[in-house]
């Protein structure tokens, strides 16, 4: 059923159509999972209120949350560009005008880049019925987060649109399965006040491997899977382990290495960097031990004298959502 958030009568005195949609935040690679593992979140989430309009083109009218940093030309912000491939797609020669309210830090880690495309193309769907389904949207998101750092990586995207633990099977041709995740599955997010741009740490990531280097990786990848599936916790805390980003990319996140003997300390399955990082995730059985986790992160960062941010939840398996 279309839920009509908001009636706002345009210049025509014809009735506009207006909705309001949330797209969690993501932690992507989940270690060993360079560009193929994301998970999604319960908070925070990013959210968009799209506004049909007759006249073509869209139009990003304000973007609060962000401290005035992101672009409000729609092809230079992956609302807009998002919102953009929709129309293209559908061929249609009608616009839509999107208010984004940023909940997420920008380059965090977090998929913050990719929420606001996730939330765009869930509500701009909506409205005009869901011609496509939420895999069908993958293509335009990835899209966006090419505008957004070079890079068409569907590991944020992907589970910000469709909930849950996501692995990214194949980029040509696009193939996405969902991995189940044990129900008692914390997740610990520790936001340094720092920015990191993925284009950045991307850059610096090597373009090839040793050889040694990759049977440990995909060793990892398939213990993950199935630690996840069966549960194994041994299984998973052993296969939390990265030998291919996080080396270069943890001398970016100053007290890296105390960070994560403190998570494992603290009972934490594994813990690493969130997507490009500067964020550190975390994964525990109980709640009450993730949220310990946390409070040992945020003091690593504290004794640098940096602040941070909390999250603690469990998997979200939803995904992005139409707001009522
Ligand atoms: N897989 C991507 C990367 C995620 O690590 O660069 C970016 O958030």
Redesign the pocket.
């Known amino acids: 059923m279309l839920f009509v958030l908001d009636i706002i009568l345009n210049d025509d005195r014809k009735p506009m159509k207006s909705i309001k949609a949330l797209a969690p935040a993501?932690v992507?690679?989940v270690s060993c999972g360079?560009?193929i593992f994301?998970f999604a979140v319960e908070s925070p989430a990013d959210e968009v209120i799209m506004t049909l309009k007759s006249e073509s083109g869209v139009i990003i009218r304000q973007i609060t949350g962000d401290g005035g940093k992101l672009p409000l030309e729609a092809n230079r912000n992956t609302a807009g560009v998002a919102a953009e491939a929709f129309l293209k797609a559908i061929g249609s020669d009608a616009g839509a005008e999107i208010i984004l309210h940023k909940k997420l830090p920008l380059g965090s880690?977090?998929?913050s880049s990719?929420a606001s495309s996730v939330a765009a193309l869930v509500a701009i769907n909506h409205l005009h019925g869901n011609p496509f389904t939420r895999e069908q949207l993958l293509p335009f998101a990835m899209e966006a987060e090419r505008i957004a750092?070079g890079?068409a990586?569907a590991?944020?995207v992907a589970p910000s649109l469709l909930g849950g633990f996501i692995l990214i099977r194949g980029y040509d041709p696009l193939d996405v399965a969902s991995i189940p995740t044990p129900p008692n599955l914390y997740c610990t997010l520790v936001h340094p006040h720092l920015e990191l741009k993925?284009e950045d740490?991307?850059r610096v990531?090597k373009a090839s491997i040793p050889i040694k280097d990759a049977i440990t990786q995909w060793g990892n990848i398939a213990g993950l899977v199935v630690g996840l599936m069966k549960p194994d916790y041994g299984l998973i805390m052993r296969s939390l382990n990265d030998v291919v980003?996080e080396p270069i990319?943890s001398v970016l996140i100053p007290g890296f290495a105390n960070i994560k003997a403190e998570a494992i300390k603290h009972g934490a399955l594994g813990s690493g960097?969130?997507?490009?990082g500067p964020t550190i995730f975390a994964l525990s059985t109980e709640r009450g031990i993730a949220e310990n986790v946390a409070a040992a992160i945020q003091q690593q960062f504290e004794k640098i004298k940096l602040k941070s941010d909390v999250f603690v939840s469990k998997i979200n398996n939803e995904g992005a959502r139409v707001v009522e």
């Open positions: 993501t992507a690679n360079f560009d994301g880690g977090m998929g990719a750092c890079s990586h590991d944020n993925t740490s991307r990531l980003a990319r960097i969130s997507g490009s």
